[in-house]
């Protein structure tokens, strides 16, 4: 059991540092700053998942 939970919190980090990766790319971009909020929740949804919060 503790394997299973082990390997979601870990796809749980890989994806919230790809939506931190995601936000930043945005950010930096000519043409896609205006949708970096699209990534707020994201970010803090699966940095919530990953430290087991909910």
């Excluded at 919190?9 to 890989?14: E, H, P, S």
């Excluded at 790809?18 to 945005?26: D, G």
Aim: some cysteine; aromatic content about 22%; proline content about 2%.
């Amino acid at each position: 059991m503790d394997s299973t939970k082990n390997k979601s919190r870990l796809i749980n980090w890989v994806l919230f540092f790809a939506s931190v990766a995601a936000f930043f790319l945005l950010y930096f971009s000519n043409s896609g700053a205006n949708y970096i909020t699209v990534t707020l929740p994201f970010i803090c949804y699966f940095f919530a998942k990953a430290m087991d919060i909910i």
